[in-house]
Every structure is written in C-alpha cells, then in structure tokens.
C-alpha cells in the first residue's frame, strides 16, 4: 500500500484553513500533518515532523510564506511547497519561485486546482520541480 502524501496547510484565516484542510481530506491517498497560522509555529512544525507537501498563503500573521520556505528550504529540500495567495502580482510570484515555491497560485481563481496538484504529486513518479513552476 501507498504512503499517504502528508501535506501541511499554513493559513492564517481560520475559515479558509479549514476549507483548504476539509478539501484535502477528501482526496484519496492524502493525509494531513497538521496547520499553523503563522511562520514560527509552521517553521517549528514542519521541521518536527516533515510533511511532503506545505501549502501555504503569503501573508501570515507575523510573516510571509517567504520565511517558511526560507526557513525550511535548506533542512528539509524534498518539500513540495504551493503558494495560494491573493497577492499575485509578479514580485510576489518570483520572489515564491525563488524561494522554492513549487506552485504559485491565485486564492481567488485556482483554490479547484488544488487537489488535482496534490494527487499528482502523489503519482508515483513526482514531478521534477521545474517541469511543476507555474510562471
């Protein structure tokens, strides 16, 4: 059998949190190793106990998604991380791609593409990083 994808949700509004946690839990092969709302506790988390995945918004309390990555990027390279974010413009897209983000997405339009990215990522064969960039 399969080990489950653990994916690890950083959101700082409860609300969408939870959506983004009850959408992945629907998606077969998928578990979920935890959430935060903000850089510290998603930092000290994910290093605990490595998820594959880390989702994750821009703007959080008390930090950025940047922080996480930067944070985390170096300990621990295998992590997929996906953006989702309402701030899309293109200085916030490159400085998530430069700092390991996988996927860049707008919370607004793609929030859907979600569990379709995950299951990939779950195929056994994962993506290569760059052929993942969404630019």
Same mark, same amino acid.
């Given at each position: /059998?399969?080990?489950?994808?653990?994916?690890?949700?950083?959101?700082?509004?409860?609300?969408?949190?939870?959506?983004?946690?009850?959408?992945?839990?629907?998606?077969?092969?998928?578990?979920?190793?935890?959430?935060?709302? %903000?850089?510290?506790?998603?930092?000290?988390?994910?290093?605990?106990?490595?998820?594959?995945?880390?989702?994750?918004?821009?703007?959080?309390?008390?930090?950025?998604?940047?922080?996480? /990555?930067?944070?985390?990027?170096?300990?621990?390279?295998?992590?997929?991380?996906?953006?989702?974010?309402?701030?899309?413009?293109?200085?916030?897209?490159?400085?998530?791609? %430069?700092?390991?983000?996988?996927?860049?997405?707008?919370? %607004?339009?793609?929030?859907?593409?979600?569990?379709?990215?995950?299951?990939?990522?779950?195929?056994?064969?994962?993506?290569?990083?760059?052929?993942?960039?969404?630019?």
């Amino acid at each position: /059998m399969d080990t489950p994808t653990k994916v690890f949700v950083v959101e700082d509004s409860p609300a969408v949190r939870d959506a983004l946690v009850a959408l992945l839990e629907r998606v077969d092969g998928v578990s979920i190793a935890g959430d935060a709302d %903000n850089p510290r506790d998603a930092i000290a988390a994910i290093l605990a106990a490595p998820p594959d995945v880390v989702l994750l918004d821009f703007q959080l309390i008390g930090g950025t998604a940047l922080d996480v /990555m930067t944070a985390v990027r170096h300990s621990l390279p295998d992590v997929v991380f996906i953006v989702l974010t309402s701030h899309t413009g293109v200085q916030y897209r490159r400085a998530c791609l %430069n700092a390991g983000a996988a996927w860049f997405l707008d919370k %607004n339009h793609e929030f859907v593409r979600i569990p379709d990215i995950v299951r990939g990522l779950h195929a056994p064969q994962r993506c290569a990083q760059s052929s993942c960039r969404q630019h």
